[in-house]
């Protein structure tokens, strides 16, 4: 039976994250996981030249961990536009980040978008979070993010219009009891950060990960079925020994592995779909807080030229289904789209879809470390 100081198991971000650590301090090592390929939930499929990611994901240059452990030159990252179009039922009206485009937000506020208080409220709050810690951020009073919003006097319109399928989007969590929390943790990450896609799309960022951990080291196919004190049993292969296991898969897989509850999960469908024409002539997000069937969607190739072939282009559309369940049917979001584009959605091609039923962790509690009542040293939880 081989014998390794530390087994991680799960080869995603978080994984990948440790074993990066791991090699930088020439300690003895082995990487478990169970798909052929590495990455996780971070997943890029290149489709007829189309490149779609599993389901709308982007990276903040401002997340801390990211500017530790990736060299974001190299991902080329492509940046979103800090506006965001947000659609009220008749048309779009454009919000801008609040301390770039004045201009644009006052056209907001005559458009009954946001109001003047909005602003000052965004303004307000930013600053106060420019100056605090993540902890300091984690470890503040908790509610619901909703709650939140309308204690902190936000207007039912920049609530309904553009807060809501903002964070929608981020927490895929319909109904918005998200912590408050996680809201702040967030809204400073774009505050100060450029929402960005890496040009090889999302699963670059594990990749770039991998990169430095050496290959032998990182064992795909390799699903670990059950654990007793320090044997790892494995599918297909043989058991291995560890004195410390490092457990990063997501949380269902190590409830099976570990024997404790899941938390539930919220989900997320993704569209893909090509057009002919730019029908979307820039870099930022359309966010849908009406009655539809779509949060947001913007264009990936006008984000990151080359996601599609050359003259075809790529519309992105996510949808949070209303239970995990529901199975939207891409003509379903073709119909929906025509609120926007009219009939000509039926030329569209259809590309790809992502019915993401574990998307992220339900998150109304969240702190500042990892709590498990897993009894015992020798295991150690991570990422999701
Ligand atoms: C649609 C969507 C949108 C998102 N948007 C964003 C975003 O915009 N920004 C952002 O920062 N984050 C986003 N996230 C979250 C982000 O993708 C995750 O937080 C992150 O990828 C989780 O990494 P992880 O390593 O913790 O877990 P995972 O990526 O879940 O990795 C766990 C790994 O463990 C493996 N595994 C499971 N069981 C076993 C076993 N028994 N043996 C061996 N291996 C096993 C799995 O195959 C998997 O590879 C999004 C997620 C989704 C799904």
Redesign the pocket.
Known sequence: MDHYDIVI????????TAAKTLEEHNINYIL????ST?????RTDTLDGFQCD???????TA?PEAKKTLDLDTLRLKPFSRDAYCYNGSGFTRIAHPFENIITNITAIHRKLLTPKDLFIFSKLAFSLLKKSTSEILESTEKSTLDYWKTLGFSSSCIYYFLSPFFKG?F?DNTLTTSSRLWLYYFKQFLIGKACIPEQGIQAIPEQIASHCSPNSIKTG????SIEKNTLHIKNADSIKSKLIIC???NP?AST?FHFKKIPYQS?S?FYFETSEPLIKHKGLHLDGSKGLINNFHSVTHVNPIASPKNKYLLSFSAIPEYPERIIHENEIKKDAQRYFGNQTETWNFVNK?L?KE??PVQQHVYSSIRTNLNTDHILM???
């Open positions: 198991i799960g080869g995603g971000l978080a994984g990948l478990l996981e169970k798909n590495i990455g996780g939930k971070q599993h389901g709308f994901q982007v990276l903040s997340y981020i895929l390799h699903e670990v079925l990063a898969t997501s897989a592995l997320v993704c992502y993401i998307a992220v991570s990422g999701d």
